[in-house]
T-cell receptor, first 111, second 116 residues
Framework: QKEVEQDPGPLSVPEGAIVSLNCTYS??????FMWYRQYSRKGPELLMY????GNKEDGRFTAQVDKSSKYISLFIRDSQPSDSATYLC???????????FGQGTRLTINP | EAQVTQNPRYLITVTGKKLTVTCSQN?????MSWYRQDPGLGLRQIYY???????DKGDVPEGYKVSRKEKRNFPLILESPSPNQTSLYFC???????????????FGPGTRLTVL
């Protein structure tokens, strides 16, 4: 079983839609949860970071963590064509020297 | 501008011909890491370094070498490349090596390597 599972998509939605991206993980020791965004031909960049269960909001983006279900989500409201990218979840724990990445979900927002 | 740079960005080579991919960061970060990205497999860590002269294996170190002689540079060396090392490679750095939970990793632009 992979440590982190993420549906690779691709996912294609119309502009303005609400997008839901999800990951599940297997190790309950993981404490830190991140979402990276990767545009085509670019390196990943940190989009959202959460530490505990619950929601964290940043503009049109909301990161949600459910530790009891080992499930993390990223919601994008009022999606824009500029949101078209690959989204990777990443998790780790205190003292770890690596991030464990999901496979990434390729998202396209159609005008 | 704070950044991680990699060179070359694209490289086509042949089996067995030694190559080096350079990585440099200008943020005075202690921690640096190399990943490879393959379809369906996501990002997998090859090697990481917590500071100068301190390196350790990641999840897929076979066939790779690294060195960290200076804080800003972390080259990736393929002594005898093989076709299964064809991949997209990313270098990353973060402020501290004391745990990545609250340290953002900054990624370079990537190096697309093809080994024939």
């Amino acid at each position: 079983q992979k440590e982190v599972e993420q549906d690779p998509g691709p996912l294609s939605v119309p502009e303005g839609a609400i997008v839901s991206l999800n990951c599940t993980y297997s190790n309950s020791a993981f404490q830190y949860f991140m979402w990276y965004r990767q545009y085509s031909r670019k390196g990943p960049e940190l989009l959202m970071y959460t530490y505990s269960s619950g929601n964290k909001e940043d503009g049109r983006f909301t990161a949600q963590v459910d530790k009891s279900s080992k499930y993390i989500s990223l919601f994008i409201r009022d999606s824009q064509p500029s949101d078209s990218a690959t989204y990777l979840c990443a998790i780790t724990f205190q003292g770890a020297q690596k991030l464990v990445f999901g496979q990434g979900t390729r998202l396209t927002i159609n005008p | 501008e704070a950044q991680v740079t990699q060179n070359p960005r694209y490289l086509i080579t042949v089996t067995g011909k030694k190559l080096t991919v350079t990585c440099s960061q200008n943020m005075n970060h202690e921690y640096m890491s190399w990943y490879r990205q393959d379809p369906g497999l996501g990002l997998r860590q090859i090697y990481y370094s917590m500071n100068v002269e301190v390196t350790d294996k990641g999840d897929v170190p076979e066939g790779y070498k690294v060195s960290r002689k200076e804080k800003r540079n972390f080259p990736l060396i393929l002594e005898s490349p093989s076709p299964n090392q064809t991949s997209l490679y990313f270098c990353a750095s973060s402020l501290s090596g004391g745990g990545l939970g609250n340290n953002e990793q900054f990624f370079g632009p990537g190096t697309r390597l093809t080994v024939l």
